[in-house]
């Protein structure tokens, strides 16, 4: 009769807990356990490039669903699509997706004539205007400040990528939580 040792009791524990925690990760990424439909966050169809507001409310994401390539916004409080008139216009391409601090303004890369540029919009206007219409070169990855004033990006209008930074000016409306102190920079 063949004895067995601790270490074999060990290294068989080990082996059942291993198999054990893959079987669990597998079933709980199961497809079927995913909400799916118009009104889910969740689709058929690519969702990418997620990102959240400043306070936590409100996400943007790129979906394929509609079958178009379109920026859209779900309040994870209320669990619904908000409305984005004008924001995804027929045949272009909406990409990189930056909320403010309560979601009101979102910067984005979309094409113009061609090539990519950085646009702003404003959910309370439901208007956009392109932020970079004159730079030379490609643009990329758009990032806004939490109260909107501020949109950094990526250039490579000197042949190598580099940051810049756009101030919108001190006129525009704000993106601040309510009864938030807004002390200017200098």
């Known amino acids: 009769m063949k004895k067995f040792t601790p270490v074999f009791w060990l290294q068989r524990d080990c082996v059942w807990s291993l198999i054990f925690g893959l079987t669990s990760l597998l079933v709980a990424c199961n497809p079927d356990n995913i909400p799916i439909g118009s009104t889910s966050l969740n689709s058929r169809y ?84 392109i932020l970079t219409p004159t730079y030379r070169g490609w643009v990329r990855n758009p990032n806004i400040s939490p109260d909107g004033r501020y949109v ?15 101030d919108r000016g001190p006129e525009i409306e704000l993106d601040i939580p309510n009864g938030a102190d807004v002390t200017p920079l200098p």
Request: no cysteine.
């Open 46 to 129: 690519t969702e990418e490039q997620p990102t959240l507001s400043g306070n936590g409310r409100v996400l943007a994401f790129v979906s394929t669903r509609n079958g178009t390539h379109q920026i859209l916004l779900y309040d994870l409080q209320q669990q619904t699509f908000l409305p984005t008139s004008r924001l995804n216009r027929p045949g272009t391409i909406v990409e990189s997706p930056s909320l403010s601090y309560n979601g009101r303004y979102i910067a984005y890369i979309t094409s113009d004539q061609g090539r990519p540029v950085v646009a702003l919009y404003d959910r309370a206007t439901q208007q956009s205007q």
């Open 152 to 166: 950094v990006f990526e250039t490579a209008s000197r042949g190598q990528w580099d940051v810049e930074i756009l």
